[in-house]
């Protein structure tokens, strides 16, 4: 759906029905349709070594803060 759409961020949980975030991440990352654009992935795993795994440019920690998630998506369009 990203390439096709090619959004300017990507917001996304870690924990989804036909893949994960590292597989997501991974995916996005190889793609060079895909690999400059900002990823922000919400988790629950809080400073978890999953998180740490990931290669997203910004993280936000479940339950959501819709501030930060507003302000975290300005910072990383900028």
């Known amino acids: 759906m990203a390439k ?3 959004p300017d ?3 996304s949980d ?3 029905p036909k893949m994960n975030g590292i597989q997501m991440m991974k995916l996005i990352r190889e793609d060079s349709d895909l690999r400059e ?3 922000l992935v919400m988790t629950a795993f809080g400073e978890s070594p999953i ?3 990931l290669d997203a440019d910004a993280f936000l920690e479940k339950p959501l ?3 930060k998630l507003l302000s975290r998506i300005d910072s990383m369009l900028k």
């Open 9 to 11: 961020p990507i917001i």
């Open 51 to 53: 998180k740490q795994a």
């Open 14 to 16: 870690i924990a989804m």
């Open 37 to 39: 654009i900002p990823v």
């Open 65 to 67: 803060d819709f501030d």
């Open 4 to 6: 096709y759409m090619q």
